[in-house]
């Protein structure tokens, strides 16, 4: 069977991110805090990814 691998992009503005901690609570698979700021783990499935873009009070996180 054909298994489908997509890879997101995914940036993260540390300028807008204001550590609210939505991202990692919701995709920690993808998203850790580190100094008060979302760093992007370099993995993370579509939609636990889009789930936390979505949940970021400040659009902080951008997918495509
Ligand atoms: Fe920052 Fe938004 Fe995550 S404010 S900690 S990128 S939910």
Redesign the pocket.
Known sequence: AWIKITMAKVK??KE?????????S?CPEA?K?KDG??EFKGKGNEKCLKD?AD???????SIK
């Open positions: 993260i503005d807008s991110c204001i550590g609210c901690g939505a991202c990692e919701l998203f805090m700021k979302a936390a949940s970021c009070p400040v659009n902080a996180i």
